[in-house]
């Protein structure tokens, strides 16, 4: 199998490419993110995690919480 040495320069150029511009833009969707992914239509953030319910010790979300004591 013979290999064209201008194709693989040219598909390590393209690939250079590719993976730069996937460690730039996980490094902006991280670093940037919009206020509207980090907590949702309550206020509460995404990655909070569930309180338990002290007398059941069911395990309930926050936002359910938030619901219920605003009264939605």
């Not at 670093?31 to 909070?48: C, Q």
């Amino acid at each position: 199998m013979t290999f064209n040495k201008a194709k693989d320069k040219q598909l390590l150029v393209i690939s250079i490419l590719i993976i730069i511009m996937t460690v730039v833009i996980f490094f902006y969707m991280f670093a940037k993110t919009p206020e509207s992914l980090k907590t949702s239509r309550n206020g509460v953030p995404f990655f909070t995690p569930a309180a338990i319910h002290p007398e059941s010790g069911e395990t309930l979300s926050i936002e359910t919480l938030v619901k219920h004591f605003k009264g939605n």
